[in-house]
């Protein structure tokens, strides 16, 4: 299984929002996990933003609202007006973001705008981010333009007098059509000043034949036009030049908004989600009042307290055991979640997280593959992370081999905790098989699980329905993660059976085989 999956990370990613073009291309590699000077650079880029975002609210509004408008640059070669368009928004913008800084964030940024006089050069019709050349790139764009005008306004005139014209003689209006649909009537008009077709059986298509010295008055200022167009080409070619040669310094500046824009986004999800910087280093995995921020929020919409983990894990292979509903699941997932986002570089859901950082990070769980049970699935992805695994490596596993028999499941676990004792690998296995004979390298844990006298003691005992009795034993189990003898078996199963209202046969009959399987286990 991805590990990115098994940790749930879309479920905590949906609080991270970047706003710019660059930023969220960026983002789309954010989890490319395996690189440690990276992960580190961010965090501290991160950490730059969470203090910029708690000091400086204003001008943290304002950057904000520029990265918004940041576009992604075109590619290197600029053919026209639009990609001129997108550079001048993405300069202004960029300008604006780094006008919000001070030296100190530029520098961790590596933030370093020297654009001005490109910027000031596509700013010459006016300082927003819209893009127009203006007679100001060439004065000879004055001279043609101005012509241009004083065409249009005679071709206005003497077409309002001939129109006008038209109107006495005939009672047709062209000053807002170019062609009139009239019926028979007009069939037989002979006016040198409209021309008439048919239309179809009935009705006829009149238009206006404009005299001379109007065609050559639009001829004349066609070639204005044109030469008008041909000047702003070359505005347009000089301009295009100008940013190819600044090509490099502006693609180092899109890096740059991505870093911050990624900063900002995680640094603002982080505030919202109450996360903390990590701490990567170091040769153990160590959390205090670690959490996973979706199932936190679903269980205080139930008013159901949630047991942050805590705990220093002081050996490499971690087995993890309990009861159903335990938390088990909850616990080595939550690890997994704080692993992934540290080292991206972002904050992580725990007051303390402190762990190495592993150069390959790897879930084992069922893949769906063709022709292939359950269990060869589960162990041809085994086969998958052993061929490609990089150490130090970080491997979970939501209850090895669960689909086979539990001996041959227990022969198989207790063989794989041995092989990987032997090597630079973090191993955390959640399972229900006891009797385990793992390596004096592991660490056999539990979780507390449910307390029958607790439940007892308390009004939920006599809840109604599934749902209210579910809710009830969730507020009675004790997600606490404790160290436990190696072939501690859990109790709670038969318990949380009870509680949810199993006939008292089967789980009479179900004591019955326990009693019976212990004794011969002491024998």
Not at 143 to 154: F, G, L, N, Y
Not at 415 to 437: E, P
Not at 472 to 497: C, F, T, W
């Amino acid at each position: 299984m991805n590990i990115l999956l098994f940790a749930d990370i879309e479920k905590i990613m949906a609080g991270f929002r970047p706003l710019s073009g660059p930023g969220k291309l960026e983002s789309e590699k954010i989890f490319e996990l395996y690189d440690e000077k990276r992960s580190k650079e961010r965090l501290e880029h991160v950490k730059a933003a969470f203090s910029f975002l708690r000091n400086k609210k204003i001008l943290s509004d304002k950057i904000k609202y520029h990265l918004k408008r940041v576009p992604i640059l075109p590619d290197c070669r600029f053919s026209g007006r639009e990609e001129i368009f997108i550079v001048k928004k993405f300069l202004n913008n960029v300008k604006a973001v780094h006008s919000c800084m001070e030296n100190r964030e530029r520098k961790i940024f590596d933030f370093h705008f020297e654009m001005q006089d490109l910027l000031e050069r596509l700013s010459l019709d006016s300082k927003s981010d819209e893009f127009y050349i203006s007679d100001a790139y060439n004065p000879a764009l004055a001279v043609i333009r101005k012509k241009i005008a004083e065409m249009e306004r005679k071709e206005a005139a003497l077409k309002k007098a001939f129109f006008e014209k038209i109107l006495a003689e005939s009672g047709l209006d062209f000053r807002k059509d170019d062609f009139i649909i009239v019926g028979p009537e007009f069939r037989e008009k002979k006016l040198e000043s409209i021309s008439i077709e048919p239309h179809d059986n009935y009705s006829f298509i009149v238009k206006p034949v404009l005299p001379r010295g109007i065609i050559d008055l639009l001829f004349e200022k066609e070639k204005a036009v044109k030469e008008e167009k041909e000047i702003e080409n070359a505005v347009v070619s000089e301009i295009s030049s100008e940013i190819e040669k600044k090509y490099r310094e502006m693609k180092a500046l899109e890096k740059a908004i991505a870093r911050i824009d990624i900063a900002f986004a995680a640094a603002q999800m982080a505030a919202e989600m109450g996360l903390n910087p990590p701490q990567l280093g170091g040769g153990k995995i160590e959390c205090e009042g670690a959490f996973l921020p979706v199932l936190k929020k679903e269980l205080a919409e139930m008013k159901i307290d949630y047991t942050p983990l805590s705990f220093s894990f002081d050996r490499k292979i971690n087995v993890i055991t309990g009861s159903n509903m335990g938390g088990k699941t909850v616990a080595i997932k939550t690890i997994a979640l704080c692993q992934v986002l540290a080292q991206a570089g972002f904050f992580v859901p725990a007051k303390k997280y402190k762990a190495p950082f592993f150069s390959s990070i790897f879930c084992l769980g069922e893949k769906e593959q063709a022709g292939l049970s359950s269990f060869a699935a589960e162990i041809n992805d085994l086969i998958s992370v052993l061929s490609h695994s990089k150490q130090p490596c970080l491997i979970f596993s939501d209850e090895f081999a669960r689909t086979t028999d539990s001996l041959q499941a227990s022969a198989l676990l207790s063989s794989l905790i041995d092989f990987f004792s032997s090597r630079n690998v973090y191993f955390f296995v959640v399972t229900h098989l006891s009797g385990l004979a793992g390596s004096s390298m592991a660490d056999f844990l539990s979780m507390k699980g449910f307390s029958g006298s607790l439940y007892k003691k308390g009004a939920h005992n006599n809840a109604e329905t599934q749902a209210d009795k579910i809710k009830a034993i969730n507020r009675h189990m004790r997600y606490e993660l404790v160290r436990s003898p190696q072939k501690r078996e859990s109790g709670d199963a038969l318990a949380v059976a009870e509680m949810l209202g199993l006939p008292k046969e089967i789980l009479s009959s179900a004591v019955k085989y326990l009693e019976k399987y212990r004794q011969k286990e002491t024998i």
